[in-house]
T-cell receptor, first 118, second 114 residues
Framework: AQSVAQPEDQVNVAEGNPLTVKCTYSVSGNPYLFWYVQYPNRGLQFLLKYITGDNLVKGSYGFEAEFNKSQTSFHLKKPSALVSDSALYFCAVRDIGNSGGGADGLTFGKGTHLIIQP | NAGVTQTPKFQVLKTGQSMTLQCAQDMNHEYMSWYRQDPGMGLRLIHYSVGAGITDQGEVPNGYNVSRSTTEDFPLRLLSAAPSQTSVYFC?????????????FGEGSWLTVV
């Protein structure tokens, strides 16, 4: 079975400060890992993914995430937060060997509200 | 680039009514799915399809039907709407495994059942 945990329902950061949104995962094999962002009344937008290779993945809007296999984590980071980064962020995982779990095989976390204060 | 298109965006139904949420994708993706999003529960998979003519149940399929007569379209039918089906519904499609399984989502359909 595969699972994702986003331990924080909400993260508050002052504009200009670095931000981190936490994600830990559990898979039996090797993972594909994703971050999506959802703005109010909109669908989920793909931010970045880790498939293989460099543990530091760079994505859209200046976000990056670091894959840490020993800690089974894939935290989302940004060096300097913008008010426009305020949104709901979802981490998702797929076990590379998992062809089940639906058409996409992804398991999503419950989401973390990121609030950037001016 | 249309991507994944869902209609309607907003809908209010009375208990017991039926309706269909439409979903179309123009990326020639084989895999399509429907999720519902509820506060504090993330996304839960309702039904999915691995190709035209093939559908299967996800985590929360009760009260919903799907069909996949073409690669492009994957409608979701509510058979007899209940207040518990008040939710936001997202259609999604997936690229081929060789491109790392990125899922693309529609903009969502906000459904209220009264």
């Amino acid at each position: 079975a595969q699972s994702v945990a986003q331990p924080e329902d909400q993260v508050n950061v002052a504009e200009g400060n670095p931000l981190t949104v936490k994600c830990t995962y559990s898979v039996s094999g090797n993972p594909y890992l994703f971050w999506y962002v959802q703005y109010p009344n909109r669908g989920l937008q793909f931010l970045l993914k880790y498939i293989t290779g460099d543990n530091l993945v760079k994505g859209s809007y200046g976000f990056e995430a670091e894959f840490n296999k020993s800690q089974t984590s894939f935290h989302l980071k940004k060096p300097s937060a913008l008010v426009s980064d305020s949104a709901l962020y979802f981490c998702a995982v797929r076990d590379i060997g998992n062809s089940g779990g639906g058409a996409d095989g992804l398991t999503f976390g419950k989401g973390t509200h990121l609030i950037i204060q001016p | 680039n249309a991507g994944v298109t869902q209609t309607p965006k907003f809908q209010v139904l009375k208990t017991g009514q039926s309706m269909t949420l439409q979903c179309a994708q123009d990326m020639n993706h084989e895999y399509m799915s429907w999720y519902r999003q509820d506060p504090g529960m993330g996304l839960r998979l309702i039904h999915y399809s691995v190709g035209a003519g093939i559908t299967d149940q996800g985590e929360v399929p009760n009260g919903y039907n799907v069909s996949r007569s073409t690669t492009e379209d994957f409608p979701l039918r509510l058979l007899s709407a209940a207040p518990s089906q008040t939710s936001v519904y997202f259609c999604a499609s997936r690229s081929s495994p060789s491109s790392g399984n990125t899922i693309y989502f529609g903009e969502g359909s906000w459904l209220t059942v009264v």
